[in-house]
């Protein structure tokens, strides 16, 4: 099946330990996205990649840290400086450069406890 | 960044009433997306839209792109309770912001059977 998988559905760390959460597409896509989500509000984007070894930060980049070695991977790390961590996190990808096609599709998202 | 609202925040229909809810920007966009999330999951792709004054409908679902490229709206006809979840509008304007999207807050629809 074509998608976007996210690893894992639940994750509990202790307070001042780094954590790294896992976003993997098989969409061939060229574009990755992280957004972070909390109780009753919107998405807000934390980082985002459009090339292989390349990525911008988003509007809440403080506190996390991301790679991009491979075109189909995109994880995201929670620093222990993150002040809040505890949020649902959402990864995305989409097409690039393609108009009708650089839609954003969206895995099922990881919730992120710290204790 | 760029800021969407979109309203209402929530909504409590009964079963087969109609809803509408809609997005305004201070800015233009050249894509509006309408989303939907189901509790504890990822948001789902509803509805496209890609040229201003455009209507499009996906079964029950009819969203608009306003003709002035600041506005979408999104109406669900016949209301059922497997529509409870919550509406994500988006905007993207890839000549300023490239693919990224800025995204509403979310109405919060709940539908009592």
């Known amino acids: 099946d074509g998608g976007i998988t996210q690893s894992p559905k639940y994750l509990f760390r202790k307070e001042g330990q780094n954590v790294t959460l896992s976003c993997e597409q098989n969409?061939?896509?060229?574009?990755m996205y992280w957004y972070r989500q909390d109780p009753g509000q919107g998405l807000r984007l934390i980082y985002y990649s459009q090339i292989v070894n390349d990525f911008q930060k988003g509007d809440i980049a403080e506190g996390y840290s991301v790679s991009r070695e491979k075109k189909e991977s995109f994880p995201l790390t929670v620093t222990s400086a993150q002040k809040n961590p505890t949020a649902f996190y959402l990864c995305?990808?989409?097409?690039?450069?393609?108009?009708?096609?650089?839609?954003?599709?969206f895995g099922p998202g990881t919730r992120l406890t710290v204790l | 960044g760029q800021q969407l609202n979109q309203s209402p925040q929530s909504m409590f229909i009964q079963e087969g009433e109609d809803v509408s809810m809609n997005c305004t920007s201070s800015?233009?966009?050249?894509?509006w997306l309408w989303y939907k999330q189901d509790p504890g999951e990822g948001p789902v792709l509803l509805i496209a839209l890609y040229k201003a004054g455009e209507l499009t409908s996906n079964g029950r679902l009819t969203a608009q792109f306003g003709i002035t490229r600041k506005d979408s709206f999104l109406n669900i006809s016949a209301s059922i309770p497997s529509d409870v979840g919550i509406y994500f509008c988006?905007?993207?304007?890839?000549?300023?912001?490239?693919?990224?999207?800025?995204f509403g807050e979310g109405t919060q629809l709940t539908v009592n059977p």
């Open positions: 969409l061939n896509h060229d574009a």
């Open positions: 995305a990808s989409s097409h690039l450069n393609r108009g009708y096609t650089d839609t954003q599709y």
């Open positions: 988006a905007g993207q304007h890839q000549e300023t912001s490239g693919s990224r999207l800025t």
């Open positions: 800015s233009i966009f050249n894509t």
